[in-house]
């Protein structure tokens, strides 16, 4: 005999994570105006002065404006801008074919969009690196990446109206951003929202 489950429970064991907008953020080209999920393959984009928060299996990040990442099942990946990262359980990064996961537990590391690249700044534990021009990165050790950004950081609905995505049925804001907030710091927060931006060769900075 065939079981069949509500679309809503088969829709929640596919998320990927819970993302909270802070400013203007659109997910697959529509604004995000309350917490809301997000699943594999979605497109995450923060305009400037805007950040947003995502946590969930295994992956806690702080996202500042002028950034663009896709989530997938496994990791994040970072195609413009920066990123607080705090992760768990095999979870990780990716910066084009560059993978950055922890090689124990857990690790705590930010990805910083400069002039002619990124930059790799690693806080708590170890970095297990693949592809990249070290092997492990410790806490206190960086690496440079050379690469441009690999996506036009100007959010889709703000190009051409698209409809904001609800909010999920349950407001879970405040939950979600205590615990990025913990495990990145507030300050981390602050310096995302006031300093970060996307970096170009001609003084713009947009990404190209």
Same mark, same amino acid.
């Given at each position: 005999m065939?079981?069949?489950?509500p679309?809503s429970v088969?829709?929640?064991d596919?998320?990927?994570?819970m993302?909270?907008?802070?400013?203007?953020?659109?997910v697959?080209g529509?604004?995000v105006?309350?917490?809301?999920s997000?699943?594999p393959g979605?497109?995450?984009?923060?305009s400037?002065?805007?950040?947003?928060?995502?946590?969930?299996r295994?992956?806690?990040?702080?996202? !500042?404006g002028n950034?663009?990442?896709?989530m997938?099942d496994?990791? @994040?990946? +970072?195609?413009?801008g920066? =990123?607080l990262i705090n $992760?768990t359980?095999?979870?990780?990064?990716r910066?084009?074919?560059?993978?950055?996961a922890?090689?124990d537990?857990?690790?705590?590391f930010?990805i910083?969009q400069?002039?002619?690249?990124?930059?790799v700044?690693?806080?708590?534990?170890?970095?297990n690196?693949?592809?990249g021009?070290?092997p492990?990165?410790?806490p206190g050790q960086?690496?440079?990446?050379?690469?441009?950004?690999?996506?036009?950081?100007?959010?889709?609905?703000?190009?051409?109206?698209?409809a !904001?995505?609800?909010?999920?049925g349950?407001?879970v804001?405040?939950? @979600?951003? +205590?615990?990025?907030?913990? =495990?990145?710091?507030l $300050?981390a927060?602050?310096?995302?929202?006031?300093?970060?931006?996307?970096a170009s060769?001609d003084?713009s900075?947009a990404?190209?």
């Open positions: 065939a079981v069949l489950f679309a088969m829709l929640a596919t998320a990927t994570a993302i909270t907008p802070m400013g203007d953020v659109a697959n529509s604004p105006l309350q917490s809301t997000v699943f979605d497109k995450i984009v923060t400037t002065n805007s950040t947003a928060s995502i946590s969930g295994g992956l806690s990040l702080l996202v !500042p950034s663009v990442l896709v997938s496994k990791d @994040v990946q +970072l195609d413009c920066s =990123a $992760a359980n095999g979870m990780g990064a910066l084009s074919n560059i993978r950055l922890p090689r537990q857990n690790a705590r930010e910083r400069e002039k002619s690249g990124f930059r700044l690693a806080y708590d534990g170890v970095l690196v693949t592809n021009s070290v492990t990165l410790a960086t690496m440079f990446a050379a690469a441009g950004c690999a996506a036009d950081p100007t959010p889709d609905n703000q190009k051409r109206g698209a !904001p995505i609800p909010a999920a349950t407001n804001g405040a939950a @979600v951003l +205590l615990g990025v907030a913990i =495990a990145g710091g $300050a927060l602050v310096y995302f929202t006031t300093r970060s931006k996307c060769n003084g900075n990404c190209k």
